[in-house]
T-cell receptor
Framework: AQSVTQLDSQVPVFEEAPVELRCNYS??????LFWYVQYPNQGLQLLLK??????LVKGINGFEAEFNKSQTSFHLRKPSVHISDTAEYFC????????????FGQGTTLQVKP | DTEVTQTPKHLVMGMTNKKSLKCEQH?????MYWYKQKAKKPPELMFV???????INESVPSRFSPECPNSSLLNLHLHALQPEDSALYLC??????????????FGPGTRLTVL
């Protein structure tokens, strides 16, 4: 079965420090990878996605992620975080089977401290 | 415009009530989704419509009844809910062919409380 693992449930970090949120997936077929952010009491907003091509993907709000096929990972990074980045971050995959189904990880809470 | 709107924002209902959640998008998308999200958990897929036809029902109890009257509108009718159905209900949309490369755009959600 396909699954997505976000290795850290909570990541506390100080403002202006770099951050990495980890995501690993398991799948025997091709996948497409997404990162969503959910601010408190809001819906999900797409940060970035990897469909094909360059393995380094740049998204909104200064975030980027790197697809590593050999390590089946899609870690999210930001070189300098702001207080406003405090939110829940979800990694998700879609299989190449075209069902439209997103498989979500359990989420990582990013807590940015002043 | 990548906006999906949902109404109401909050809903409180008793176990014998009938209510409906509404979702609307004007992006020309032909696939629409309902998700349920409990606190501190990822969204769980409930239903998928593609070209106004129900494509996926993730074994959701019949007290939840989806409806897709047209390509831009999606409803979720609620009847005889249980307190454990209290959650954030999210709607999403994407281009209609359910391709794996399509991006799902989410609405802000309806916070439902069942008393």
């Amino acid at each position: 079965a396909q699954s997505v693992t976000q290795l850290d449930s909570q990541v506390p970090v100080f403002e202006e420090a770099p951050v990495e949120l980890r995501c690993n997936y398991s799948s025997s077929v091709s996948v497409y990878l997404f990162w969503y952010v959910q601010y408190p009491n809001q819906g999900l907003q797409l940060l970035l996605k990897y469909l094909s091509g360059s393995t380094l993907v740049k998204g909104i709000n200064g975030f980027e992620a790197e697809f590593n096929k050999s390590q089946t990972s899609f870690h999210l990074r930001k070189p300098s975080v702001h207080i406003s980045d405090t939110a829940e971050y979800f990694c998700a995959v879609k299989l190449s089977s075209n069902t439209g189904k997103l498989i979500f990880g359990q989420g990582t809470t990013l807590q940015v401290k002043p | 415009d990548t906006e999906v709107t949902q109404t109401p924002k909050h809903l409180v209902m008793g176990m014998t009530n009938k209510k409906s959640l509404k979702c609307e998008q004007h992006m020309g998308h032909r696939a629409m989704y309902w998700y349920k999200q409990k606190a501190k958990k990822p969204p769980e897929l409930m239903f998928v419509y593609s070209y106004e036809k129900l494509s996926i029902n993730e074994s959701v109890p019949s007290r939840f009844s989806p409806e897709c009257p047209n390509s831009s509108l999606l409803n979720l009718h609620l009847h005889a809910l249980q307190p454990e159905d209290s959650a954030l209900y999210l709607c999403a949309s994407s281009q209609g062919d359910l391709l794996s490369t399509d991006t799902q755009y989410f609405g802000p959600g309806t916070r439902l409380t069942v008393l």
